[in-house]
T-cell receptor, first 109, second 114 residues
């Protein structure tokens, strides 16, 4: 069965600092990987997806993620955090889509 | 397009009551699914469907029934609600054509079982 593990249930960064949210996957077949964001009291919005076309994937709002098969990782990064990035972030592997437990990102002014 | 719609937005039930959470999509997506979200647990897959008449179980199917009689609708039934089913429920859909595409999520239904 496919699964993902998100390291750190809560990450706090200063505004302007690097954002790094970690995700490791387990899959017996080449995976499709996703990052979703959830703002308070809202549904989920797709940030980016990896479908084997390129290992470095760029998404919305300045986020990107790199697929590393040797490390079974798909970490999410953003060079400079903004206050509006505060949200919960979910890594997921498909198919069917299975989510990690999420990482809550706080951005400190 | 309205996308994925869910009704109701909020619901309070007593233990043992039954109810149906409605989900509809107007994008002609073959694939639809139901998740529940609990604090610290992420989203867990309850049931999914790859087309009308076809359903399958996810990670946490116990206590829930589904059916898919049309492409547009995928209702989730709780036959006898329990406090452990207090959660936020999300419905999602995606197309099965052209490779693995993103899932579109509804706004959620917040269910409380007393």
């Amino acid at each position: 069965a496919q699964s993902v593990t998100q390291l750190g249930s809560h990450v706090s960064v200063s505004e302007g600092a690097l954002v790094l949210l970690r995700c490791n996957y387990s899959s017996s077949v080449p995976p499709y990987l996703f990052w979703y964001v959830q703002y308070p009291n809202q549904g989920l919005q797709l940030l980016l997806k990896y479908t084997s076309a390129a290992t470095l994937v760029k998404g919305i709002n300045g986020f990107e993620a790199e697929f590393k098969k040797s490390e079974t990782s798909f970490h999410l990064t953003k060079p400079s955090a903004h206050m509006s990035d505060a949200a919960e972030y979910f890594c997921a592997v498909s198919d069917p889509l299975v989510f990690g437990k999420g990482t809550r990102l706080s951005v400190i002014a | 397009n309205a996308g994925v719609t869910q009704t109701p937005k909020f619901q309070v039930l007593k233990t043992g009551q039954s109810m149906t959470l409605q989900c509809a999509q107007d994008m002609n997506h073959e694939y639809m699914s139901w998740y529940r979200q609990d604090p610290g647990m992420g989203l867990r897959l309850i049931h999914y469907s790859v087309g009308a008449g076809i359903t399958d179980q996810g990670e946490v199917p116990n206590g829930y029934n589904v059916s898919r009689s049309t492409t547009e609708d995928f209702p989730l039934r709780l036959l006898s609600a329990a406090p452990s089913q207090t959660s936020v429920y999300f419905c999602a859909s995606r197309s099965l054509a052209g490779g693995l595409d993103e899932q579109f999520f509804g706004p959620g239904t917040r269910l409380t079982v007393l």
